[in-house]
């Protein structure tokens, strides 16, 4: 965490300077109440304006202070809690596949907005408060001290250590229900995700079981933050006693001290109003130090996440001289095995992927792709191990469900200004629409052949020597498909690319376009 809190150390400092000023402007306040009723007790009326002139003074510096404190301690939140955010969101676009779909897309989002927010709101500001706390409890112990009685100071600051054990007894059981409760957040976001991304399937059959299993999840997710919410009130309920414990002996000692006479009035109505202050410190502390135990299992989890299966920097070439070879390549996953003894695609050619279901045509992909790895053999990018490369400048993959934003046609096509835009030229030869027409439309509302058009220029648009489509016009019509199909196999622009296509055009008109054809069928596929 202490790279979180680097960026904020400033507004910490200033806020905690501030709340210095503020302790001590309140600390004098009732040593103000001390001497008017001493002044009274006197008959020394002559001091009262004065008295009085100084308490509002002191009222109105400890307001101000109050403002500032609460402005650091925005900005504070505020900057930190967008440092965790950016950093995770980084974290997550460098992982390698494996390790990103370790967690689902609710998951992050959970985590995004739910434990990040748990760790700035228990985590931080509690310590913050610590400090704050503690500097209260010095700043009322001296004052005490000098004001009123070094004997009742002394009261107040042993009970209080005795109490201080109360967050020791219940944290760990807290940070347990907590990490429980918010695991079982992260999985009701995941249902409720799945059940409206399936609202297609809602009819007056289904309807009644779905609700079902949204009850279920919710009532798991609402015994869960009861088991937490228990613990919580347990914890709290603890430190409660510890304070009352503070107020008893503070008490005792304020009436045997008045009985002797060895303080006056004033002296004992400010020890009343000192313990009430000494109170809200050790309040916050106790509260505090439970609050930041609760989170140790959500920020280890968030910190894991941070940390782990980072991508590592692997020399990316842009230019492609021969092509792709698989080498005695085994691939398993449960039941299904497949087996490329020897496969080349050379460098310029275009390639039709055919073969029938499960025969290992999406899996020859995803290999290439580095999507799955071999369990073992090798696959080569001119003749060097594509495990061993950044391969994302050289080729570009789309499949038929291809991923659009909730963005504009320029932007899905670019990738927000990544890649360069399409030419007009090659836009016209696809679309009977301006592209200025289309750029305020939300692509994910488009029909099934226009998003494919959409990602199909976005190949273009990446422009890298091998190009890797699986079944690309399965929604596209007749005239599109014609198009594409001539661009990708014909074109001048295409000429020197590698095209690999999966396709379940088996006709001979269609695999007569391209200079081999694949049968994924001869790989040796076996399943359990």
Known sequence: MKKYIRPVIKYIIIDILFDVLCTIFAAYIPVM?????????KGMLSRIPAIIALFIILQGLSCVCVY??????????????????????????KKEEKSFYAYSTSDYI???????TAIDQDYLTPWIDVFRSVNMFVIYAVVIVVYVDWRIALAIILSSFLVVTGPKITGKIMSDKRMEYQNQMAAYVHCITDLLNGYKLVNIFTRKNILKVHEKSLNTTADKRYAYGKSKTISLSINDAAIRIIQIVTFICACVLLINGEISIGAGVATFSYVSSFISPLESILYDVSAIQSTDEVRKKFLHILSSGIRKDYPAPQKVEKGITFHDVDYQNGGFHIRIDKLDFEKGKKYAIIGSNGCGKTTLLKLIMQYLQPDSGTILLDEKP??????????????????????GVHDNITIFDAYPTVGA?????????????????DCQKMSGGEK????????????????????????????????????LLQSREMKDKT???????????????????VRADTFRVSEA
């Open 110 to 116: 959970s985590i995004q907005g739910n434990d990040i």
């Open 386 to 407: 594509i495990y061993e490369l950044d391969t994302s400048a050289c080729i570009s993959y789309i499949d038929q469900n291809e991923y659009l934003y909730h963005a």
């Open 425 to 441: 030229q090659i836009w016209n030869k696809f679309w009977n629409k301006k592209q200025d027409a289309l750029e305020n439309a």
């Open 452 to 487: 494919q058009l959409i990602a199909f220029l976005r190949i273009i648009a990446k422009n890298t020597p091998i190009v890797l489509m699986d079944e690309p016009f399965s929604a596209m019509d007749a005239v599109n498909t014609e198009k594409v199909q001539e661009y």
């Open 33 to 41: 109440q001390k001497e008017l009723f001493d002044s009274l007790a």
């Open 499 to 517: 095209v690999i296509i999966i396709t379940h055009d088996v006709s001979e008109k269609n695999l007569a376009k391209y200079d081999m054809v």
């Open 68 to 93: 500032l404190c609460m402005i650091c301690t925005w900005k504070t939140a505020i900057t930190f809690e967008k440092a965790l955010k950016t950093d995770f969101i980084c974290s997550l676009l």
